[in-house]
């Protein structure tokens, strides 16, 4: 027997050694295993199909609210900082719960090996006085239930739980500031988008025409009809306009795959752009110092900053509380299988007090740490309010500068698109003119180019000038998920949203002016209907509208064409008459200028747009005129 129990003892530490070497050896061998290339190939399949999933599909052009409304629906950035607005909801209900009194349940088996026991040995002869004896079984079951109430605990908690329900607030002025950014990016994307979706026809079709002439030039050149020097010329100018235009409308069409990331679209999904349903006129600005009050009050920034604020504040107070007293209430019933209990049934109840003592002499440094922070706080909540109010002024110069822009680039691209009709209209089958009217179309097809730019400038400073303020653009809530709906909720508050900004009169869009047009006088072989075609593109395309036959207009525009024919050209003259009711002073203005002798459809029609164009300023002038004579 001896024997055996030298074995056992010598084979224990063996026993040991070997399970501990296998336990190492088992932590040793986990390594890095990369990804498979089907796992990434899987989780990129699920990935775009969870991207795109559940989106109403497109059914037609979209206007400005619409891509509102998608973005606020789809966006993925949004969708992040909803989840994030929820996560820290969530931690705040966790927080809350940890306020309530602890309720602990706990039941068990315990056994072992041999007795417990003990003996009795006097204190001061040290003689055993009685026998070794237990009181516990070997193997006996228990359960117990605990209520306790920590009042330390419950006043940590408390500030605690107020810290995340001010965190919640935090998530959702990020998420007030990300609808904010998404309403500017779109804003600044689309109106890029639309004017390229505006001329970019026109501009496949000169840069078809300018193809053909320069190999014509080109021809020209080699045949002798035009010296080396002057073809080049000619040849070098329509490349750097051509050049010019391609990046103006690459630039404005890259807007559009910007609009499809903002909407969430998947790649190569096609859709079509709501033009303007009126014509925008840029509203005034209010009062400066009402600008910088609001963007003081309601940027998501300082926000945030004010509930960081409160966040420290709570901080401060959880760290004076905890030098503060423990008090410790418990009550509980107990059970215990054990058979050599007398009560094997029994209730636990108690008070405790406790306090570390030396956690007091932290308390000065918890103050001059509060009162840091605190002035930390502060210098951070000034500095970001500095850099808000640069923010609003820099925005309301921008947008001042871009309103004199856009009417500076709309004049610009007026005079060029009548020096485009002009060279159109005295245009003769010489090389050298078709090529200078050539070069002045693609000058004036830049210059419209520039005025759409201008005008999405101009919204982007609109936008801008909303952001700077932190004005909410988009509804906090919706109740409905259809997109229309949506619309329409964004649209109403778009229009609320404008009027803490801009004055209010100005701030709806202006009706485009509308005018009946008639034209008199046509030479014989001339086609009217042409002539009068190139009259309403040019004008529409200048943003005054053409009423229909048989409808009623405020105003009235005639046109009647007059010529006298020289030795070597046409002497032309176009008399121009503004009248109807909507007009208090009836305008009338003459258009003069020389065309050649055997004149065309194409020539009188584009020296007809060239008198349409010197009017358009005084159209607008009238028509703002009769607009407020209409609602007085």
Request: hydrophobic letters at 45%.
């Amino acid at each position: 027997m001896t024997t055996v129990h030298t074995l056992t003892r010598a084979f224990k530490p063996t026993v040991l050694a070997g399970a501990a070497t296998l336990f190492l050896a088992a932590c040793g061998s986990i390594k890095p295993v990369p990804l498979t290339p089907s796992e990434v190939s899987a989780r990129v399949k699920a990935d775009k199909v969870e991207m795109y999933k559940e989106q109403q599909p497109i059914t037609g052009p979209i206007t400005y609210a619409d891509a509102l409304a998608r973005s606020l629906k789809y966006n993925l950035d949004h969708r992040l900082k909803l989840m994030e607005t929820a996560l820290a909801r969530g931690l705040h209900d966790v927080s809350a719960a940890d306020m309530l009194p602890k309720l602990v349940a706990e039941a068990g088996y315990a056994r072992r090996n041999n007795d417990s026991g003990g003996t009795s040995v006097g204190i001061e002869d040290r003689v055993i006085s009685l026998r070794p004896s237990t009181s516990e079984e070997r193997a006996h079951h228990f359960a117990r239930a605990t209520f306790s109430w920590n009042a330390l605990d419950f006043g940590l908690s408390y500030y605690r739980a107020k810290q995340s329900a001010d965190e919640v607030n935090i998530a959702e002025e990020r998420r007030r500031k990300i609808l904010q950014n998404i309403a500017l990016d779109l804003r600044q994307a689309y109106w890029r988008a639309l004017g390229a979706q505006q001329l970019v026809g026109e501009a496949d079709e000169l840069a078809t025409r300018v193809a053909q002439a320069l190999e014509k030039s080109r021809e020209a050149e080699r045949a002798g009809v035009l010296p080396p020097q002057q073809g080049l010329a000619y040849q070098r100018a329509l490349l750097d306009t051509l050049s010019v235009i391609n990046l103006k409308r690459q630039e404005m069409q890259f807007a559009k795959r910007e609009i499809a990331a903002l909407m969430n679209l998947p790649a190569g999904a096609d859709f079509t752009l709501a033009g303007p349903p009126a014509d925008l006129q840029p509203p005034k600005l209010l009062d400066l110092d009402r600008l910088e009050q609001a963007a003081l009050e309601q940027r998501p920034e300082l926000r945030e900053e004010d509930y960081r604020a409160r966040i420290g504040v709570l901080e401060a107070k959880r760290q004076i509380v905890s030098l503060f007293p423990n008090l410790n209430v418990f009550v509980g019933p107990r059970y215990d299988s054990n058979a050599y209990l007398y009560n094997d049934r029994w209730v636990d109840a108690g008070v405790n007090v406790s306090m570390n003592l030396l956690r007091l002499a932290a308390y000065p440094a918890i103050q001059r740490t509060n009162e840091a922070r605190t002035k930390a706080d502060e210098a951070r909540r000034l500095a970001l309010s500095m850099a808000v109010l640069t923010q609003v002024r820099v925005s309301v110069e921008r947008y001042k500068l871009a309103v004199e822009d856009q009417e500076l680039a709309a004049e610009s691209s007026r005079v060029d698109q009548r020096l485009a009709s002009i060279a159109r209209a005295s245009e003769r089958n010489r090389l050298e003119s078709e090529l200078e009217a050539l070069r002045t179309e693609a000058r004036a097809l830049m210059a419209r180019f520039q005025h759409l730019t201008s005008q999405a400038s101009l919204q982007a400073s609109y936008a801008r000038v909303l952001n700077t303020v932190g004005i909410d653009v988009l509804p906090d809530s919706i109740d409905s998920h259809d997109l229309a709906a949506v619309a329409s909720a964004i649209d109403a508050k778009a229009a609320q949203a404008a009027s803490q900004v801009f004055a209010p009169s100005a701030s709806a869009p202006v009706a485009r002016p509308v005018v009946v047009l008639t034209l008199k006088g046509m030479p014989q072989g001339v086609n009217a209907l042409v002539v009068r075609a190139a009259v309403v593109r040019v004008l529409e395309r200048n943003g005054i509208a053409v009423a229909a036959a048989g409808m009623a207009s405020p105003m009235e525009l005639a046109m009647a064409f007059e010529a006298t024919p020289t030795q070597t050209a046409t002497r032309a003259q176009w008399s121009l008459d503004v009248s109807g009711s909507g007009v208090s002073q009836p305008l009338a203005r003459k258009y003069t200028s020389f065309l050649a002798r055997d004149s065309n459809d194409k020539a009188l029609s584009a020296f007809a747009e060239a008198a349409a164009l010197s009017l358009i300023s005084d159209l607008r002038r009238l028509s703002a005129g009769a607009l407020v004579k209409a609602s007085s």
